[in-house]
């Protein structure tokens, strides 16, 4: 026997690991997950939103006097263009205030109450210079106070008015000059064709085309 172990040598046995029990999953509560708060730097809380609004006094001035609201959802801005309608119904003129947001060439947001220029077209976004025709309202209108004196007869579905510059000019006057709108003769009764330049209903055809035949000139 030990004549074996010296020729062939002795082959220690190899050693078996214990077995180890598998550590158990670690199971996490089902708590629902709670909804992020908006904290200002300040530590100050955001005022609450306001979304009931007055109805309009026909014996009071027609000014609109909207509450200020920074980014208003969908159904309060459907209720502020309510209102301002409400308002452009009642007896005398009724006037809307303020900076505007510009939405393309012929509609702009004035507190957050869309408006549509009375009386021109300009060219859809996706349109040939429809991109243009938004910049060059953006331009007319920056860091300017809107005065809109809202047109009830043309306002069925939406608020359509005429606004002005603080120095009283007309912007939808203001982008037909420059050849990025249309008179509408249809709703204007050709108001602003005296300010179209030379050949603009060519280069602006595709707005051209959408206006009834009679509306044409």
């Known amino acids: ?71 208003p959802k969908r159904e309060e801005r459907a209720e502020r263009a309510k209102l301002v309608y409400r308002h452009a119904c009642t007896p005398g003129p009724t006037i809307l205030k303020g900076r505007c947001y510009v939405i393309d060439g012929d509609t702009i947001s004035i507190n957050s109450v869309p408006i549509r220029l009375a009386g021109i077209d300009a060219p859809e976004l996706d349109h040939p210079y429809g991109q243009a025709s938004k910049w060059a309202m953006v331009r007319i209108t920056k860091g300017q106070i809107i005065t809109a004196r809202i047109a009830p007869e043309m306002s069925y579905d939406r608020t359509v008015a005429i606004c002005c510059l603080p120095d009283g000019r007309d912007i939808a006057a203001e982008l037909v000059k420059q050849g990025l709108a249309l008179d509408w003769p249809l709703f204007s009764k050709g108001r602003y064709r005296q300010f179209e330049p030379d050949g603009v209903r060519r280069k602006l055809w595709m707005t051209n085309k959408r206006q009834p035949p009679v509306a044409r000139g």
């Open 1 to 71: 026997m030990g004549l074996l172990r010296l020729l062939f040598g002795h082959r220690p046995q190899p050693q078996r690991r214990p077995k180890v029990a598998p550590k158990a999953h670690r199971v996490e509560p089902d708590h629902p997950k709670k909804p992020r708060r908006y904290v200002s730097p300040s530590g100050a809380k955001p005022a609450p939103r306001k979304t009931s609004l007055a109805h309009p006094d026909p014996a009071a001035p027609q000014n609109v006097t909207l509450p200020y609201c920074r980014y």
